[in-house]
Each structure stands twice: as structure tokens, then as C-alpha cells.
Nanobody, 124 residues
Framework: QVHLVESGGGSVQPGGSLRLSCEAS????????MGWFRQAPGKEREDVAV????????QYADSVKGRFTISRDGARNTVFLQMDSLKPEDTATYYC?????????????????RGQGTQVTVSS
């Protein structure tokens, strides 16, 4: 199993920025595919971003495209989500996820391993 620990959540005003981090550890190989999804109270889970650390390909939900950037530090098995121009509708618990087979499909919320989540609140 791959153990994932998120950090960096918090409260911010609209238009502000936050940077989420997720460190992977454990006794299992960490694959090329990691990503983020989010869930707000009373809403469906939303896949936010995916990164393939081998070829650098990234994908984003339309709702965050141009505002969020996913990146990865392979040496540390850490994935980041830089969130800029935050909006109230970005308020949610954000989860990091890891796909064991190395197939970087878009459905991040279906990946094998996920963290406990970190809360992001955007409010004035």
C-alpha cells in the first residue's frame, strides 16, 4: 500500500492562493500517476487534476483550468497543487490519489490509494 499525506489546506479570501502538497510513502512502488480530486458537502466528487511524472502530461477539470497547476517532485514522491484565483466554489476537501498500475486515467477519485484529505475554504 502507498500511504499519502496531504498538507497545505486552509482558509483564504476569493482571489487568493494556496499550495497543497501530498507526500507518498510506504513499502510499495509509487507509480507515475498521481492526482487530486475534491468533494464539497452535499456534492459529487470532482476529479481536479492528474499528472504523469514520466512524460509530464497533465489534465485538468474545466472548472480549474488556467487557475490550478499540478506538479510533482519525483525524487521525493511528492505531488503539489498550486491553486490561484480561488473562488468560493473551490471550497471542498481535497484528496490526493495514486494509481498503482501506472495507467494515468482521468478518474482520479477511482485510484487505488488516497489520503485523508485537506480542507480548503474560500470565503470573504
Amino acid at each position: 500500500q502507498v500511504h499519502l499525506v496531504e498538507s497545505g489546506g486552509g482558509s483564504v479570501q476569493p482571489g487568493g492562493s494556496l499550495r497543497l502538497s501530498c507526500e507518498a510513502s510506504g513499502n510499495r512502488y509509487v507509480s507515475r500517476c498521481m492526482g487530486w480530486f475534491r468533494q464539497a458537502p452535499g456534492k459529487e466528487r470532482e476529479d481536479v487534476a492528474v499528472i504523469n511524472s514520466v512524460d509530464g502530461v497533465t489534465q485538468y477539470a474545466d472548472s480549474v483550468k488556467g487557475r490550478f497547476t499540478i506538479s510533482r517532485d519525483g525524487a521525493r514522491n511528492t505531488v503539489f497543487l498550486q491553486m490561484d484565483s480561488l473562488k468560493p466554489e473551490d471550497t471542498a476537501t481535497y484528496y490526493c490519489a495514486h494509481e498503482r498500475r501506472g495507467i494515468c486515467r482521468w478518474a482520479v477519485s477511482d485510484y487505488n490509494d488516497r489520503g485523508q484529505g485537506t480542507q480548503v475554504t474560500v470565503s470573504s
